[in-house]
């Protein structure tokens, strides 16, 4: 199409060249076809340049076709991390518990020892001797029932009220919390009732 405009033109200008008077306009309309030849070269090297980036565009997207993953495959992967996750954090909670238990397992032990050493060292300590006028030191029986409740000393209770409350006898009471002076019950403190409810 460029073509034919290109040579109509020629012709154009040809047939004007041979009018003496219109040598002005002959010599613009030459210009004015240099200048349209010009335009339709630049035209021909960006509609060839397109035509290239159109290509590498159609190439990039033929292989990036084949890159994309569907919705049913990110939900399975989606699935399987979730699963992967799960099972992670379950063994890291069991692997936890593990050591805790053993640590406390071991401190249990230590603490035990412990008790059994302080229990063996007082037991084997000399009674001190009785200051002069104190009363004799109360000896406590081991004679009570080992299975009971724990009592919150209220105030105004006294340990024949508790005996009563409870269910339990003074004597039990006394000897299961070596009480060596059952007359002074303080408000909280907590007793061991044997036999009591």
């Keep these: 199409m460029w073509k034919c405009l290109l040579i109509a033109?020629?012709?154009t200008a040809t047939a004007l060249a041979q009018n003496p008077a219109s040598s002005l306009d002959v010599a613009?309309?030459?210009e004015d076809v240099r200048g349209l030849s010009q335009r339709v070269s630049e035209l021909t090297l960006r509609l060839e340049q397109l035509e290239r980036e159109n290509g590498d565009l159609k190439l990039r997207a033929s292989s990036a076709g084949q890159s994309y993953a569907t919705v049913a495959q990110l939900n399975d992967a989606?699935?399987?991390?979730n699963r992967t996750?799960?099972?992670?954090?379950?063994t890291a909670k069991n692997e936890t518990l593990q050591q805790v238990a053993a640590q406390m397992e071991k401190l249990g032990q230590q603490?035990?020892?412990?008790?059994?050493?302080l229990a063996r060292t007082q037991a084997a300590a000399p009674a001190p001797a009785p200051r002069a006028g104190a009363p004799a030191p109360t000896a406590f029986s081991e004679n009570f029932p080992k299975e009971g409740a724990n009592y919150t000393v209220q105030k105004g209770d006294s340990l024949a009220g508790i005996a009563k409350k409870t269910g339990a006898k003074p004597q039990d009471i006394i000897n299961a919390n070596k009480l060596a002076d059952p007359d002074r019950l303080?408000?909280?403190?907590?007793?061991f009732i044997p036999g009591g409810k």
């Design 9 to 11: 033109c020629a012709a």
């Design 28 to 30: 613009n309309l030459r």
């Design 78 to 81: 989606v699935a399987e991390l």
């Design 85 to 90: 996750i799960k099972l992670a954090v379950s």
């Design 111 to 117: 603490t035990n020892a412990a008790l059994e050493s």
């Design 186 to 191: 303080v408000p909280g403190q907590t007793l």
